[in-house]
């Protein structure tokens, strides 16, 4: 099975950067999901075949790309906050024809990374 890395992640001050790397190849559809324990996990944001979407949590401080040639997922983290704490996930999935992009269709059927640890502390 295919798996997704993920990297980038660590420990930054209140108001800080951080930008998360994941190398995965060939997917239209791609995101990010952060996982706090004993808390459900949430979407983050989500990018493919045209289609951008972010948290409103995260708007105006995170923004997800991708870059085709490097075949790598980004997600940069600005104006970090305490409550942005929690393990990042990379997802990514082959859309049937005709499906759109979302984060249910990823979290439903997405091969998922193994996490990196985003810690917001001063």
């Known amino acids: 099975e295919v798996q997704l890395v993920e990297s980038g992640g660590g420990l930054v001050q209140p108001g800080g950067s951080l930008r998360l790397s994941c190398a995965a190849s060939?997917?239209?559809?791609m995101g990010w999901f952060r996982q706090v324990p004993g808390k459900e996990r949430e979407g983050v944001a989500v990018t493919g075949n045209g289609f951008t979407w972010h948290a409103d949590s995260v708007k105006g401080r995170f923004t997800v790309s991708q870059d085709s040639a490097k075949r790598t997922l980004y997600l940069q983290m600005n104006s970090l906050k305490p409550e942005d704490t929690a393990m990042y996930y990379c997802v990514a999935a082959h859309l049937p024809w005709g499906t759109g992009c979302s984060g249910g269709y990823l979290s439903g059927f997405g091969v998922w990374g193994q996490g990196t640890q985003v810690t917001v502390s001063a």
């Open positions: 060939g997917y239209t559809c």
